[in-house]
């Protein structure tokens, strides 16, 4: 028959043109392929059974480890060649001719299923042979950026340092320090950690007396090389100039470790160093304001030019002026203070200062204010606890001894004033007052020679205290001393012509010192000037028996002494005539009296206080009331009349001419 030839023939040409297309793809076809060609059912059914066991190993193996998801990176190098190999394998359609035309089921289970979408091949068969081309591969996924390990080259400068230092250098030598400034600033932008450039740009600072910002240079150019001598030289220099010898000496201190240093090289910083010591041991010694602020006035001399004076240097000049005490010096002190303040007005230190130049000037309330202030911004700041306690309790001594003194009781107000002064003896303002105010109470006391004692300690503490001084000349006059008391009054008048009543005062001392220079009947009577009369009375008779005439005959000297405590007598028993004595009426000239106005002497008890003149002051004045005849006698009669009651003696008058007196005694009196 001739068709198993026609299928025969087409098997072959079908034989033939699979082995043509296993050619091109691979060059050198295995013997399994040849054996196809014999034998298309053997070849295939044999392979089959083998592939089979080995496809289903691989399967069980794959799932076991891996999952059909996985992407391919991350599969082991052979699973992945073998993924890559079955999707560069082509999938032929179907034809006729792979239709096994005997109905052999061997063929047909040859024939793998269609791959499903989105899912690999099985390529087991594919990896097996090994000899796919390469056409395709799967697209990475994204993976994270890794930079290159070795950084990019620095980008080139587009300035040069070296030209900028040069450039510098040329302008600090022109004395063009903005300018020189600007370039070593350029250069440091570059190389920031450049001690070179740091130290030219700190002279250069310093050059224009711009300090602060040469220290800040000078301090990171040490951080960088702490050995470089050039860079500590000019850093101890900038010390002194900003008023810290301490730490310049420092300073000199660490080169003096490595490097030996010029004696002119400390002498700056030692002297300015031991001058501050000087100050500060004055205000804590004996030394007096004036000396602290000379010190300080040198040390001041090494500063650089425009420098801001150091803030301690600032408290201890307020301090010095506060330990000088006169009034110009307290201004001072205040002036510091409100420097100070205006920087920081919460600086407890300058507000203690200030408020002890307030305290020191009397104005304690003011001072207390500024103390509580200063608490209340450091409330641990002991020298504020300290002045504020000291202040109440000196404010509580005084206020207690004015009123002992107001009210009449003047030895217990020199007590209190006593124990204020013991408070703060330092407190030259306050204390002046307080020995002022105990003089006038002795005074009272009639203890002069304490007032002026007082007086004088009130005026070694402030010189310029006028009050003082007019109690003092009052104290002087009142203790007998009418003429050194008018010298005192006239000095202050020429050194204070518009002190208020300082006219009168003089006045009235120059009527006392008239008057002290008569007879002064209290004294010839043993009494005191504010005597009664029971007082007057008793002294008369007590002296007139002692000096009698019928005691003492022939004694002149007991006869005149009797004399002149009669006249004593006479004229303070008379109330009218003890008031002309004492305001001192019949010593001052008429002409004078109308000249002042009825008297200006007034302004202490007994003064006449600016009265003016009446008519019948005038009359007695001109000797028509009892002037003549010594004054107004005595006359004794036996009809009684005398103080001693019924003594001897012709009847007599008060206020006339002695009738019928023993002659040689006027106003005498007349024995029978």
Not at 20 to 35: L, M
Not at 224 to 252: C, T
Not at 468 to 483: C, F, I, M, Q, V
């Amino acid at each position: 028959m001739v068709l198993p030839g026609i299928f025969k023939s087409k098997k072959s040409s079908e034989a033939n043109l699979r082995k043509t297309s296993k050619s091109r793809e691979t060059p050198s076809p295995s013997p399994s392929r040849r054996s196809v060609s014999k034998s298309p059912t053997k070849s295939v059914k044999e392979p089959d059974s083998r592939f089979q066991s080995r496809k289903s190993a691989s399967r069980s193996n794959s799932k076991n480890i891996l999952g059909a998801d996985t992407h391919p990176l991350n599969l082991p190098p052979d699973e992945r060649e073998k993924r890559r190999s079955a999707m560069s394998a082509p999938s032929d359609p179907p034809t006729p001719m792979d239709v096994d035309q005997n109905g052999d089921s061997s063929s047909a289970a040859s024939t793998p299923p269609p791959a499903a979408p989105n899912s690999y091949p099985d390529t087991d068969e594919a990896a097996d042979d090994g000899d796919f081309e390469r056409t395709t591969s799967p697209i990475p996924p994204p993976h994270r950026f890794i930079p290159p390990t070795s950084p990019p080259p620095a980008p080139k400068p587009s300035v040069d340092p070296e030209a900028c230092k040069a450039l510098g250098n040329k302008y600090f030598n022109n004395k063009d320090y903005v300018k020189a400034i600007a370039e070593y600033t350029k250069a440091l932008t570059v190389e920031p950690q450049s001690v070179t450039y740091l130290s030219n740009r700190a002279a250069a600072l310093m050059s224009a007396n711009r300090f602060e910002e040469a220290l800040a240079d000078s301090k990171l150019a040490q951080e960088l090389e702490p050995h470089n001598a050039k860079v500590l030289h000019r850093l101890s220099r900038i010390y002194v100039s900003l008023g810290q010898p301490s730490e310049a000496v420092d300073v000199l201190n660490q080169i003096a470790a490595f490097q030996a240093v010029a004696h002119s090289e400390r002498a700056a910083a030692e002297s300015m160093q031991k001058l501050v010591k000087q100050a500060e041991d004055g205000l804590q010694g004996a030394a007096t304001g004036s000396m602290v602020i000379h010190a300080l006035d040198q040390a001041e001399r090494g500063l650089g030019v425009g420098v801001v004076l150091p803030r301690k240097w600032q408290l201890m000049r307020g301090e010095a002026y506060l330990k000088t005490g006169n009034i110009n010096s307290l201004g001072d002190a205040q002036g510091v203070a409100m420097s100070l303040l205006r920087k920081n007005s919460k600086d407890p230190e300058a507000l203690v200062l200030r408020g002890r130049a307030l305290y020191a000037q009397g104005e304690n309330d003011k001072a207390l204010q500024h103390f509580r202030q200063a608490l209340n911004c450091d409330p641990d700041f002991k020298d504020a606890v300290k002045y504020l306690r000291m202040v109440q309790k000196l404010e509580r001594m005084k206020e207690e001894g004015n009123t002992a003194f107001k009210t009449g009781k003047y030895k217990r107000a020199v007590e209190v004033y006593g124990q204020a002064l013991e408070v703060d003896p330092t407190n030259k303002g306050i204390n002046s007052k307080l020995y002022q105010n105990r003089a006038m109470a002795s005074i009272k006391l009639k203890d002069y020679k304490s007032a002026i004692s007082d007086c004088d300690r009130a005026l070694s503490l402030d010189y310029s205290y006028i009050k003082a001084r007019k109690t003092r000349a009052r104290a002087l006059g009142e203790s007998g001393s009418w003429e050194e008391s008018v010298r005192e009054y006239k000095a202050i008048y020429e050194s204070n012509p518009n002190e208020p009543g300082i006219e009168k005062d003089i006045h009235y001392a120059e009527l006392e010192l008239k008057k002290s220079k008569r007879k002064d009947y209290y004294k010839l009577l043993g009494i005191e000037k504010d005597a009664g009369d029971n007082d007057i009375k008793k002294a008369y008779r007590k002296l007139a028996i002692v000096h009698h005439p019928d005691k003492n005959p022939g004694d002149e000297a007991a006869a005149g002494k009797f004399k002149e405590i009669g006249e004593a007598y006479e004229c303070l028993s008379d109330p009218e005539k003890r008031a002309r004595y004492d305001s001192g009426e019949d010593l001052i000239d008429p002409s004078e009296m109308f000249a002042r106005g009825g008297g200006s002497a007034g302004g202490f008890p007994g003064g006449m206080g600016g009265m003016g003149i009446s008519p019948e002051m005038l009359f007695n004045m001109m000797g028509q009331g009892g002037m003549g005849g010594g004054g107004g006698g005595f006359t004794f009669s036996t009809a009684g009349g005398s103080p001693f009651g019924g003594a001897p003696g012709g009847g007599g008058s008060r206020g006339g001419r002695s009738r019928g007196g023993a002659g040689g005694f006027p106003g005498g009196f007349s024995f029978g």
